[in-house]
Every structure is written in C-alpha cells, then in structure tokens.
C-alpha cells in the first residue's frame, strides 16, 4: 500500500486570499453605491421636470386668461374695470396662490403633501402707436428635495382687439 502524501503549495495557490477577497467586495459595493446613486439622481429629475412641467402649464394658464380679457383701445370714451373696454389696465399685477398639478399622495386639499405655487401676472405697455401690451406671467414655486424657489416663466404680446 502506498501512502499519498498532500502537496502543501498546490493546496494554498488553490484559493483566495484574504485581501483579494476584501477587494472584491470594496470594487463591488463601489459599483452597488453607483448604481443607487444613479436612480437617485434619476428619480430626483423625473421629480423635478414634472413640478417644472406643472408649473410652466400653471403660468400659461394665468398668461391666456389675461389674454382673454378685454381690451379695445380704439373705443371712445375709455373706460377702465370689469366689464368695460379696458378690463387690465397698464401695470395691472395678479397675484394668485394654488396648489400645483402634481401627483400627491393624500387629497388634494391635504396640505402634508401640497406643493403650493404662486403665479405674478403683469400687464405693461409694450408699444404706444400700435397699441401693443406685454402680459408676464411669473410662476414660483418651490421645490421640496432642495428648499429653493424656482421660476417658470411666460411671455406674451398682445394686440388690440384680439
């Protein structure tokens, strides 16, 4: 019978070292930190372009109704106010407050989970000779993750009546 003797060196070469282990799993928890990082950040974007969108939508609203209202610079003789030939005047300024159009969760009056914005709507005098006024519609918001205020803003041109 023929004893069998072990090969100590081709024993220890046949696995891994300690150290080459702890570096794999460093090289590996790197790669899982990038990873989470990455959806993170995704997720904050998508978050942030849907209040952006939202808010941009709420401030065209506030530039079409005053659009919308009237203005007929040729009638005789000028009048000022609701119902007339001039219902906003040169440097009227609308200040609106409302909850912005996102998807919340809770009802929408719940004011946990509200994000309020507030719309500045101007009207200026653009040009005299032809009668032409600029409608800015300022819409300011804030946004939860960061606490800064952000602004959407909408321009328009306006003739008389249009």
Do not use: H
Not at 12 to 17: T, V
Not at 22 to 35: D, H, Q, Y
Not at 59 to 79: C, I, K, L, N, Y
Request: proline share 4%.
């Amino acid at each position: 019978m023929r004893l069998q003797t072990k090969n100590l060196k081709n024993d220890r070469a046949s696995g891994f070292a300690l150290g080459e282990t702890l570096i794999a799993f460093a090289i590996l928890s790197i790669v899982f930190a990038g990873l989470i990082y990455g959806y993170v950040q995704a997720n904050r974007m998508a978050e942030w372009t849907s209040m952006s969108l939202a808010a941009q939508s709420y401030a065209s609203e506030g530039a079409e109704q005053a659009r919308a209202a009237d203005w007929r610079p040729r009638d005789w003789p000028v009048t000022n106010g609701y119902g007339t030939m001039d219902e906003l005047t040169n440097g009227t300024l609308i200040v609106t407050n409302d909850i912005m159009d996102v998807p919340i969760k809770g009802s929408p009056t719940n004011t946990d989970f509200s994000f309020w914005v507030t719309n500045y709507i101007s009207v200026q005098t653009y040009s005299v000779n032809p009668a032409i006024r600029t409608i800015r519609s300022d819409c300011k918001w804030t946004f939860p993750l960061t606490g800064q205020v952000q602004s959407n803003t909408v321009v328009l041109l306006r003739a008389g009546d249009q």
